[in-house]
């Protein structure tokens, strides 16, 4: 049962302090999308990769989120430094162009305190 | 990019009653509509969807209807149950594969 993984699932961090989080797409998918979810503002798309190029990243704040795929099998995004208003669940999913679906990742719960 | 909107927020309905859930888009361009259901702590998974060349689909108790002229869609549950709980997203995929969604309606059943 190929699934998208991401690590880690639980992350609480002090405010400054450097996060990654990791995400394994399935095998053989050709995009990958990184959202935020908070109460608020539902799913916001922080960045979408397409063959490992960074197709869009215009959601993601740019001064201290970045996102990268240095392999087809892993995708990174990376806080640097954290805020408390980064706390949120960070979902990772991935498809393929052709078929249109995306499958998400169980998520990293990121609080900063 | 796309701006996907949708409504109602929060949504209750009695058990066996029908759901109905409605977004609209803004990017003409966009050719495919899924649905995905997120459960309590969990993963958003896909229950339906519906590709721009075609205006109703149904799988067993849900259904979507898409309007492309008014670039509005629509997610129809009938005969409601408790399990149906949960938080709904409606979403667009653009001419560039790139995927948006909605802000989630948060649909409870009620015994």
């Known amino acids: 049962d190929a699934r998208v993984t991401q690590t880690p699932r639980h992350k609480v961090t002090e405010m400054g302090q450097e996060v990654t989080m990791r995400c394994q797409p399935i095998l053989g998918h050709n995009t990958v999308f990184w959202y935020r979810q908070t109460m608020m503002q539902g799913l916001e798309l922080l960045a979408y990769f397409r063959n490992r190029a960074p197709l869009d990243d215009s959601g993601m704040p740019k001064d201290r989120f970045s996102a990268e795929m240095p392999d087809a099998t892993l995708a990174t995004l990376k806080i640097q430094p954290s805020e408390p208003r980064d706390s949120a669940v960070y979902f990772c999913a991935s498809g393929l162009v052709r078929a249109n679906e995306a499958f998400f990742g169980q998520g990293t719960r990121l609080t900063v305190v | 990019g796309e701006n996907v909107e949708q409504h109602p927020s929060t949504l209750s309905v009695q058990e066996g009653d029908s759901a109905v859930i409605k977004c609209t888009y803004s990017?003409?361009?966009?050719?495919?509509f899924p649905w995905y259901k997120q459960e309590l702590g969990k993963r958003p998974q896909l229950i339906i969807d519906i590709r721009s060349n075609v205006g109703e689909k149904k799988d067993q108790r849900i259904a979507v209807t898409l309007n492309k002229t008014a670039k509005h869609f629509s997610l129809h549950i009938t005969e409601t149950q408790p399990e149906d709980s949960a938080v709904y997203f409606c979403a667009a995929v653009t001419g560039a594969n790139n995927l948006f969604f909605g802000t989630g309606t948060r649909l409870t059943v009620i015994p």
């Open positions: 990017d003409s361009a966009s050719n495919y």
